[in-house]
């Protein structure tokens, strides 16, 4: 009841008992009561509104109707409104469509016994202000009761400054990540081939000042590196992309590139016990990452002519891989935050490198791989630390144990029996083959693939396969094509004259002499590995080019092209190339559309990124590899591109 109407009761009560002294005085003891009573409500209130004006997040509470009972101060920061605008309101006023339309008939539904999407949970959602601006707010609802009725509590808070500063920070990553991993790159790069003798012998004077730059830089690239990473995995950025893998060719590849620096610091690396073909399911590249940082540990923390020792342990759920080194241990102290970030256990440690990142990092990879990582250090007896990961139930099918196909040739040739005679002579030679029936077939496989050779039948029922090869010489991509004419018809003295102008390798006469086409096929495909391969680069770093030049100049003759714009053009000149190398970031803007543009010229070319941007996964599934330049030695780079022509 209203203050105003209890004080008018009292009052009429008075004065109906004015002659009564005995109840009027009890009236004036009850009224004396009540006004006490009143006061300390009335305090509390104000002390409960004052506390909920001064918290941080925004405190609106609603009935079972959604009509809102209370805001404060921090809401009416938020929103907009004054209290007095809203309390009677539907809360649904602070929310944009479709939360507006959505609400009335989500509370009904969760008041009748429906599954609550906000209450009890809390989540990001959006806010209307009073202007009609819409913005980030992350919102948590308790359910109460008040006097028996349903009581819904809101706290409410602005995510607008938190996601401008993410903005802010991936901004600063993107910076980060090009405009110091792309120089980098060409640092180390250009040190490497310095230090590794490309440019003439070092004298001893100098040799220790490149060394020092070289460590420095490769320091400088862990750091950035890591400290990227770090931020993936804090933002649940980091893509991961699975295959299935055999686990000892893991640990090999892993023990191959540590070698060198292993014999840096006079260590050992040993694979001590090698078990039976086990297939893992994880992204190559991070387990890479994981095996190299608790290796590279390893050797860091060993004493001299020591040995680092690699095993791996298998049950019938999953494999352990330990590393294990003979360094003074890890201290009890210690222990407790060896995975944290930034974690060093003295000061010493800067003198042997790191940044006290990579163990938190290789931690949570290894937890995206569904895996366990720990250790354990017993007092001046080593140190091994240890991952367990789950055997893949299934097996890995590409993982073919016969030896890749030497060369692919097509087989052009309209009688069954004579083309599954030369496939089984190529396939005898280890070389991969299609077969067309017919030129038209033939025009199709030629379109959408790449071939060392083509053996060609000249008679054809539906054209002259003489004609046709003229018409394919005229194609750019397919004039330097190695054709050999199988044929039933003996060579003319014309034909001979048409066959020099038409480039081709041999004419067999039918039957075959199978020793003359082994012959001829083998030194097809001995010229295709002396010739060079053709690369388009496109790369607008002219420092970057320039070392990837002189990295390829044994095995590749390089196109560079600068810009969107350039490589729209060489694209369309229809050069057929071996290989493109990409770089993600132009500064004539982002390459993302370009990749389909690539594909449509030159459908059967392999791509490789070669970038200062780590790339999504939707990117990565178009291209054959990716490859980020801080990341990638010369020698890596190098041995990439020789695989992916090979």
């Not at 339309?101 to 009890?120: P, Q």
């Not at 190299?292 to 020792?309: D, F, G, H, M, W």
């Not at 002219?542 to 060489?570: F, G, P």
């Amino acid at each position: 009841m209203p203050e105003n109407r209890i004080k008018s009761l009292i009052n009429e009560l008075k004065d109906k008992v004015k002659d009564d002294l005995k109840v009027l005085k009890l009236i004036d003891e009850i009224e004396s009561s009540w006004i006490e009573q009143h006061s300390l409500v009335s305090d509390g209130e104000e002390k409960l509104q004052s506390i909920l004006n001064n918290v941080y997040e925004g405190i609106i509470t609603i009935n079972s109707k959604g009509i809102i009972d209370s805001f404060n101060l921090a809401a009416e920061n938020i929103f907009g409104y004054e209290k007095d605008e809203v309390i009677g309101k539907n809360v649904k006023i602070l929310m944009p469509e479709p939360y507006h339309s959505e609400h009335d008939g989500y509370l009904l539904n969760y008041m009748n016994g429906g599954k609550a999407k906000v209450i009890g949970i809390g989540r990001e959602v959006s806010g209307r202000r009073k202007n009609g601006t819409t913005f980030p707010l992350f919102l948590a609802v308790t359910n109460t009761n008040n006097k028996g009725q349903p009581l819904f509590v809101g706290m409410v808070r602005d995510l607008s400054e938190q996601k401008r500063l993410e903005k802010l920070k991936n901004e600063f990553v993107s910076t980060v990540s090009h405009e110091l991993r792309t120089p980098l790159t060409s640092i180390r790069g250009s040190l490497s081939l310095i230090d590794g003798g490309a440019v003439g012998e070092v004298s001893d004077k100098i040799k220790p000042l490149i060394e020092i730059a070289l460590n420095n830089s490769e320091r400088l690239i862990l750091l950035i590196n890591d400290i990227l990473d770090m931020e993936k995995i804090e933002s649940g950025e980091m893509d991961f992309e699975f295959e299935k893998v055999d686990i000892n060719e893991m640990i090999e590849e892993a023990i191959l590139s540590n070698q060198g620096y292993a014999k840096e610091h006079n260590v050992n690396l040993t694979f001590e016990n090698k078990i039976e073909k086990t297939f893992i399911n994880v992204d190559i590249n991070r387990l890479q990452q994981v095996l190299s940082n608790l290796i590279s540990n390893a050797i860091k923390y060993s004493p001299k002519n020591e040995t680092v020792l690699l095993s791996i342990e298998k049950n019938k759920r999953q494999v352990t891989i330990s590393i294990y080194d003979k360094g003074v241990g890890i201290p009890d102290s210690f222990k407790k935050r060896i995975f944290q970030k930034f974690a060093q256990a003295d000061s010493s440690n800067k003198k042997k490198g790191g940044t006290g990142l990579g163990l938190n990092i290789s931690k949570a990879i290894i937890e995206k791989f569904n895996g366990e990582i720990g250790f354990f250090s017993p007092k001046n007896e080593g140190t091994t630390f240890y991952f367990n990961l789950p055997i893949s139930s299934e097996i890995n099918t590409s993982n073919n144990l016969l030896s890749e196909p030497r060369g692919k040739v097509l087989v052009v040739e309209d009688e069954h029996d004579i083309a599954t005679l030369i496939k089984m002579i190529l396939e005898k030679e280890n070389l991969d083959c299609d077969i067309a029936y017919s030129i038209e077939e033939a025009r199709n496989y030629l379109k959408n693939n790449i071939y060392d050779v083509m053996t060609l039948d000249v008679l054809f029922p539906e054209e002259d396969g003489i004609t046709w090869l003229e018409e394919i010489r005229k194609n750019e991509s397919l004039k330097d094509l190695a054709v050999i004419i199988i044929s039933a018809k003996a060579i003319s003295s014309s034909e001979g004259n048409k066959s020099v102008e038409l480039s081709i390798i041999d004419w067999i006469n039918k039957p075959i002499n199978e020793d003359h086409l082994i012959s001829s096929l083998n030194k097809v495909i001995q010229l295709n590995k002396d010739k060079k391969s053709k690369i388009l680069h496109i790369e607008d770093d002219l420092d970057i080019a320039h070392l990837v030049n002189i990295l390829t100049k044994d095995i590749a003759d390089i196109t560079l092209v600068t810009s969107n714009k350039d490589t729209l053009i060489e694209l369309e000149k229809e050069v057929s190339y071996d290989l493109i190398l990409l770089d993600m970031m132009l500064s004539d803007g982002s390459v993302d559309e370009l990749i389909p543009r690539i594909k449509k010229f030159n459908p059967q070319t392999p791509i490789v990124l070669f970038s200062a941007k780590e790339v999504d996964f939707t990117i990565k599934k178009q291209v054959v590899k990716a490859l980020v330049k801080s990341r990638t030695s010369n020698a890596l780079l190098v041995e990439t591109i020789k695989n992916i022509i090979k």
